[in-house]
C-alpha cells in the first residue's frame, strides 16, 4: 500500500519548493501570492502530477514539463527586461541628445555633439540637464517593468531590516572593493568632467561655493543611487528570484555594468551590484542597496576631489586615504562575516535546483529578443566611448 509521502512525491509545485528560508514571513506571504496568480504570464507557477497526462489529437497521452514552462517565463521576463534596458539605452543615447540639440536650437545655451558624453554651456542649463536626462532614462523603464510584471509593493521593494549588520558589512565590502578596483583609475570620467567644468568657471570659487554644483551633486550621489537600485534589485529582481538568488543577482549585476555603457566602469559596477543585491537579501532589506549604491558614489566624487588638488602631495595623500579605507573596510567585513557566523546569523542564500541546468537559462537569457541585441548595443557603445 502507497503511504501519503508516496503520494506526495508525484506531485511537482514549484512555488512550494522553493526556498523561502532567507527572508520573512509576510515577504514570503505575498511573495508565493504573486507567483501563485496564473493569469500572470511572469510568474513561474508551475504545477502537476506527475501521474496525469493530456490526450492530444495526433500526439497522444502527454504530460506536461516543467523545463518547458520555466524556459516559456524566463523567454517573457527577459522580453520585459530587454524592452526596459531598451527604453534606458534610447533614451541616454538619442532621446537625451534630441533634447539637448533642441534646447540649443530654440536659444537655450547648451549643446554637444552625438558621440560625446559630455555636454557644454551655463551652469544652471547643464545642472538641469544632467538631472532631468537621467531621471527620465532610469524612471521610465523602471516604471515599464513594474507595470508588466505587476508585483506587489513588498515584494518589489523589500523592507523590513532583519539584520542591521548586513548592512555594516556591505557598506564596508564596497569600499574595499572600491578601492582594488579603482586603482588604474580612481574616477569616472564623467565625474572628473562635471568637477573640472565647475571648478574653471569660477577659480576664485569653489565648486562648493556654487549651488549649481551642490545640487548635482546631491542628485547624482543620493537621488540617482536610490532610483537605480529600485530598477535593478526592484520588480526585475524579485521576478528573477524565482529561478533562484544567484540567477538573479548574477543577470541583474551584469544588467546593471551593461547599461553603463563604459568598459572603464563595468567592473566595478558589477562588483557593487553583487554587494548590493547580496546585502540586500541577507540584511532583508533594499535599503541596504540603497545605501551600497550611495557609498560609492560618495567614494568616487572623494578620490575626484583628492585628484584634482594641486598640492604637490596630493598623490601620497590620495593613496595613504585609499590604503586606510581598503585595511579599515576589510577588517569590519570580515570581523562581521565572522560575528554573523559564531551568531547563527549567517543567512545563505535561496537555492534552486530544476532539469534546466543554469548554464541554459543563462544561454536562453542572453538569446532572448531583445536582451540580447541590447547588450550588444551596450557593448558597441563602449567601444565607442573608448575610441572617442
Not at 551600497?292 to 595623500?317: A, D, G, R, W
Amino acid at each position: 500500500m502507497k503511504t501519503a509521502d508516496d503520494c506526495e512525491r508525484t506531485i511537482i509545485d514549484v512555488v512550494e519548493e522553493f526556498d523561502y528560508s532567507t527572508q520573512n514571513e509576510s515577504y514570503n506571504k505575498d511573495f508565493r501570492k504573486w507567483r501563485k496568480n496564473k493569469n500572470n504570464p511572469y510568474t513561474f507557477n508551475f504545477s502537476v502530477n506527475k501521474k496525469e497526462s493530456i490526450f492530444i489529437d495526433g500526439k497522444g497521452f502527454v504530460s506536461d514539463s516543467p523545463a518547458e514552462s520555466e524556459r516559456e517565463t524566463i523567454s517573457r521576463i527577459f522580453f520585459i527586461i530587454g524592452t526596459a534596458m531598451l527604453l534606458w539605452v534610447t533614451i541616454d543615447n538619442i532621446i537625451g541628445k534630441m533634447i539637448i540639440y533642441f534646447l540649443d536650437i530654440i536659444g537655450v545655451n547648451i549643446h554637444t555633439t552625438f558621440f560625446s558624453t559630455s555636454c557644454y554651456g551655463g551652469s544652471i542649463e547643464i545642472v538641469t540637464v544632467l538631472i532631468v536626462i537621467p531621471l527620465i532614462k532610469i524612471c521610465t523603464p523602471s516604471l515599464y517593468i513594474h507595470k508588466r510584471l505587476a508585483m506587489p509593493r513588498k515584494v518589489e521593494f523589500m523592507s523590513t531590516m532583519n539584520h542591521p549588520s548586513e548592512l555594516i558589512s556591505s557598506i564596508a565590502l564596497s569600499l574595499a572593493v572600491c578601492t582594488v578596483t579603482n586603482i588604474p583609475d580612481a574616477y569616472s570620467s564623467s565625474a572628473k568632467e562635471i568637477y573640472s567644468y565647475f571648478k574653471s568657471i569660477n577659480t576664485d570659487i569653489s565648486v562648493w561655493g556654487q549651488e549649481e554644483y551642490v545640487i548635482y551633486t546631491i542628485f547624482d550621489v543620493i537621488i540617482v543611487s536610490i532610483v537605480s537600485e529600485a530598477f535593478f534589485r526592484g520588480a526585475m529582481f524579485s521576478a528573477l528570484r524565482q529561478f533562484g538568488d544567484a540567477f538573479a543577482i548574477f543577470v541583474t549585476s551584469v544588467t546593471a555594468s551593461l547599461l553603463t555603457q563604459d568598459f572603464r566602469e563595468m567592473p566595478t559596477v558589477f562588483l557593487i551590484s553583487v554587494i548590493a543585491s547580496v546585502g540586500m537579501l541577507k540584511s532583508g532589506s533594499i535599503f541596504t542597496a540603497f545605501a551600497v549604491s550611495t557609498v560609492y558614489k560618495m567614494y568616487q566624487l572623494s578620490i575626484v576631489i583628492l585628484e584634482m588638488n594641486p598640492s604637490e602631495n596630493m598623490f601620497l595623500i590620495r593613496n595613504l586615504i585609499m590604503t586606510g579605507v581598503f585595511f579599515v573596510s576589510s577588517f569590519t567585513a570580515l570581523f562581521l562575516h565572522i560575528y554573523g557566523k559564531r551568531r547563527n546569523k549567517h543567512h545563505t542564500l535561496a537555492e534552486y535546483h530544476s532539469d534546466v541546468s543554469t548554464k541554459d537559462r543563462l544561454i536562453l537569457a542572453f538569446k532572448s529578443f531583445p536582451f540580447g541585441v541590447v547588450a550588444i548595443v551596450c557593448l558597441i557603445a563602449g567601444i565607442i566611448k573608448i575610441a572617442y
